[in-house]
């Protein structure tokens, strides 16, 4: 719970990736064309059914990991392995949400849901199949009666459910969400936040939040990662084992909340020698 | 309520004016008085229960639709091409600008000399006319698709026919229609002169013989029509682009 930040890494590249997981990710690396490295020496374990959170300021590289992560962008450096086996594309078995809803206006809330079951390189499903599962994501979202609704009749919030249902339709062992709730109001989010926990752990899928909201990481995660540093690390980590409601638990999370806080603090002050990072260890 | 009264008012105060004009008129030059509002719209009365004027007018809606086809199927690959490929761009903006900025009547004669007289060199001129705002608004909307869209896309391991056609050509169909309203716009108004040149039938031809045969009212009649067709495939066109986006 207290690795010291000048451990930043606190999986060395060298370490296997482990089998057991649902993502497991070992010195990661990466750089946009002509640019420095955004992040290296990345190393990330999700076990299943876990929530983790991916904390750190705006620029840090966050959203770049999670697009690594997601293998929509090949590593620089490093290995991935979804359920155990090294990924190389995108997986049928995890799904994305967005900061904006981004569904396509030219279909109903259900064909949104859908839009991900029917291609080519998915697994094929029977039309009932379909249905099914469509009708069981938006429930789950809370949308039943709203399945032909078209995009621009929805609300922010609404329409911020129709895109988890979306991901939650390909029945995915992993979430990757990128500050999905970042765009709405004070109060949608909040809710969101709880149907978040509430689904992951009815769909049994792990998810990896990424957020730049310490309170909604320490109401939401199993787990903790803070990045930071330039090119960017994991440089801490907390498990966050407050019962939850933890809206009930004000003690426990200011406390938290807290050492976070410090430890951001510590990362800003150690961003001015940055280059003793990697003496110590 | 206001929402009504308020264009009827409009129309009503133009049909004053013209009233008030063609009185004026009149009484410098009696034979102005067929162009009064009561003789063309007792004019339009006839030719619309008469047998005479469909033939010009389904001709010109063919050739309004077969420019506009001609369009969109030129049209939408340039623009896509347009939007996906900078270097295409690059290459293409100065001469589709200087070409857009020439009246496309003025290929008239070229026209007919390539294409001879008819169909042809009006499809030409229509299309030519029509091709782009649909160009300009489908590169436009490449340009605007949701890059979430495109990731969500590759997120789900999708070939690039689906991607073509499951998210970007149903992302730019907006901007097409709304390159489509534009163009049908365009092409009606150029219809019209058009026809007035080495064809023997349709809107144009039709305004020109009424001229030639002295039936101001007929004239006047034929005007009305132009402008009521044209409003009409414009509701058309609006109505399509609002039920695509469910608005
Ligand atoms: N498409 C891109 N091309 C080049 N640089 C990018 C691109 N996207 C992000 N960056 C850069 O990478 C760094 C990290 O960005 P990002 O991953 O979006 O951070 P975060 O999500 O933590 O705000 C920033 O410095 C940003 O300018
Ligand atoms: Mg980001």
Known sequence: MNAPLEGGRLYGAGQPAVEGHALSARGLAYAYAGAASVFADVAIDIRHREIVCLLGGSGCGKSSLLRVLARLEAPTAGEIRFLGEVLTAPHPRAALVFQQASLLPWLDAAGNVGFGLDFDHQPALSRSERAERVGHALSAVGLAGHAHRYPAQLSGGMAQRVALARALARQPQLLFADEPFSALDAITRAEMQDLLVELVHRWHTAALLVTHDIDEAILVADRILLMGGAPGRIVREWAVDIERPREAQPVAVTALRLDILNALHALRAHSYEHHQTEGKT | MLRLILPLAGLAAALLLWAAGAAWLTQRMPVAADFAPLPSADALWQLVGGGDLWPHVWLSLKRVLVGLALAIAIGV?????????????????????????????????????????????????????????????????????????????????????????????????????????????????????????????GLGYFILDTRDRLAYSELMAAILLVGALGYALDYLARTAHARWLHR
């Open chain 2, 77 to 201: 690959p340039l623009g896509v091409l347009t939007g996906l490929s900078k270097r295409f761009a690059q290459g293409t903006t100065p001469l589709f600008q200087f070409l857009r900025m020439v009246s496309p009547l003025s290929w008239m004669p070229l026209a007919v000399m390539v294409l001879g007289v008819g169909d042809a060199p009006v499809y030409f001129l229509l299309a030519f006319a029509a091709v782009w705002p649909i160009l300009l608004n489908t590169a436009s909307g490449v340009a605007q698709l949701d890059p979430n869209w495109l990731l969500l896309a590759r997120s789900l391991s999708a070939t690039r026919r689906e991607t073509v056609f499951r998210v970007v050509l149903p992302g730019i169909t907006e901007h097409i229609l709304t390159g489509v309203r534009l163009a049908i716009g365009i092409i009606w108004i150029v219809l019209v002169p058009a026809e007035m040149l080495g064809v023997s039938a």
